[in-house]
Structure formats: structure tokens, C-alpha cells
């Protein structure tokens, strides 16, 4: 489903993995990205991350869901297992400036690493950041490479509509996994320059993502986008939602006879007073009273049992 409305301001977006049905957090934070980009006269895109095959069967779906809730978007939706060619070009101009380098550890080495005494704060401890070229022709032969980030700054920051200023520790991040796949963070990068995304809103659980996603995006000359990070939808454990966590994805709750509605409803109620929630009402009826500025400041507590 389509806007007829589309502005050339620049645009947010709300970009779903596709391994599973929307759960009520999924669906709230793309509720507030929607409001937030029309709020400001932004189109409002849709991009399926669906560069892991396994994982994505689930992309004609959560377009229902996103549609039963009457949130709208502006074109055709993006997928990015389209969009591989865009990867290669970005990796290469990474590539040929000298920021790019061939690791070969394994997720256990790289724990045992980082657990070791005096081991660096990075997440990645930089085991094959200076490799000799022998080395890496040695290690070539045993295992294919992933393809890291040679990161020249220890930290970074972003300003960010709803945190404020956030400083967070850059990492060597990858760049292209071990598969040949292009890693989260550079895709993520290449596709909200090429689309004209300007505003990034989603869940506060990536806020230190995005300060190495500016860092990322300024090696390769592209615009920063506005970001706000909202609160986390957090289930009974007081951790961030999951599907095991109860009803909480639409198909379950219309198992429970809860409409779409009645779920919009719920996540309305959780804005606070960001929103004149009352029963009934449309994403375009909660635009009508939208302030950013009064989003609670805390984690939503999903309600994981139905009365």
C-alpha cells in the first residue's frame, strides 16, 4: 500500500528482518517511525533486510501485518538481496582506500580473545588486523575470510532526537561475512544514503549501532541521517521481546480474538501522551496529536497475558 502524498524533503523508514511474524514491539517501533517521518513532511519507505535466505520467508507477510494496521508507504517496497552490486561498489571503494582487511577468526576465538587479561575494550580484539601478506596466504587455505573494518578512531558520536548525545567505542566491524555475504552495518549504510532516508527511528537497542554506522558513512562521502532511538519493548523477563514471550505477534492475538485494531490500540496506550490514544483511532488520526517530545522515557512492559 502507497501514499499519494510524497515529499521531497527526504524520507524515514522501517526496515524489517523477514525470520518471523511482527511481534507488538516490531509494530510499534514501525508505528513511530511512520509518525515520525510524516509528522515532518518525510516520505515513508519500506526495506526488507532479507540478505540472509534462510531467514527470510516471512517478507509477504509483515507487509500484511504492516498494512492491517493501516500504516501506509510511499513506492515499492526495497529488498535488499537486490541490491548486492551496491554492496560490491561501497566494499571496493573501502577496499582500494586501505580501510579494508581479511579476518579469518572464529566467533570462539574472537570470545576467548576479548576474555583475556588486558585484551583490548573492543568487542573485536584485532587478531588479523596486521597480518603479513604470507599470513593471510597461510590462513587463506585452511579458511575463507571475513572482511573487516580498519577502524582509525576508538570512539565516535551521533546526536540523536530522543537519547541526546551518544558516545559509543567504534569496532573493527565486518564488512562482508565469511560467506560473502555483506554484513548489517554496511548494507544498512549504503541503502539509507541510495534511497534518500534521512531519519533512522527504531528500537534503543541499536543506539551504539548507529554511531558506527555515521562512522561507516562518513569513510564513503555519504549523508549521516537525523536518528531517533526509541524506547525497547521488553517482555516478562524485563529483556527485549520475543515471540516465545506470549500473544504478542497479531496472528496469535486473533487466535485469542484480538483484532489488528485492538493491537494498534495497545501500542497507541503505550505512547503515553505522545499521542491522543483512544480506541478506534488510525496511524492518520494519531498523527493529528503527535509530539515526539513526550515519549516516555522507559522500556514498554508488554502485556504478555491476555485478561
Known sequence: MTSSHPSPRGAGRFAPSPSGPLHLGNLRTALLAWLFARSTGRRFLLRVEDLDADRSRFAGQQLDELQSLGLTWDGEPVYQSDRLPLYREALDVLREAGHVYECFCSRREIRQAASAPHSPVRRYPGTCRNLTDAEVRQRRRDRAPALRLRTDASTGTVHDLVAGVHRAALDDMVLQRRDGTPAYNLAVVVDDAACGIDQVVRADDLLD????????????????PEYAHVPLAVGRSGRRLAKRDGDVTLERLAARGRSAQWALDLIASSLSGAVAARPGRSPAQLLDSFDPALLPAGPWSVPTELP
Not at 210 to 217: D, G, I, K, P, R
Open 209 to 224: 549501532s548507529a554511531v558506527s554506522q555515521a562512522y561507516l558513512a562518513g569513510l564513503l562521502d555519504l549523508p549521516v
